[in-house]
């Protein structure tokens, strides 16, 4: 699939944030749903599991921001192995916007702002 994706097509949000017209497709990037938030109220249009960090690498990780470049490289590698599944991101992401929805508290250390940043510098 060739073509760059426009930043304004990847968005970011917290899964217990109130969904907006704005979002566009919204797709869950983490493997586990999040607590205590319903599945009417997300308005999850995709659940991504298969790009979310694996289970050990999300332990390790630990949302230690000091972990945060080796977590990038680990996830990257991860992300690697689910080709398929992401280029169906990447798709979804060059025909409109899309939110990658997450569950993190900490918005700058997260599975969610490595995709997006592997989705934008993709060739």
Known sequence: MSGKIS???VK???A???P???DGKRVLVDRLWPRGVRKADAAIDYWAKELAPSTELRKWFAHDPS??????????AEIEAH????DRLRD???????TL???ARDETHNDAVVLRELLLAHR
């Open 20 to 22: 907006t017209d704005g």
């Open 12 to 14: 970011l949000k917290r």
């Open 92 to 98: 979804l992401a060059l025909k409109g916007p899309i």
């Open 101 to 103: 929805v997450y569950a």
């Open 83 to 86: 080709r398929e599944e992401f």
């Open 7 to 9: 930043e304004k097509n």
């Open 16 to 18: 217990y944030e109130r």
């Open 67 to 76: 972990r945060w470049e080796e977590f990038r490289r680990r996830y990257a």
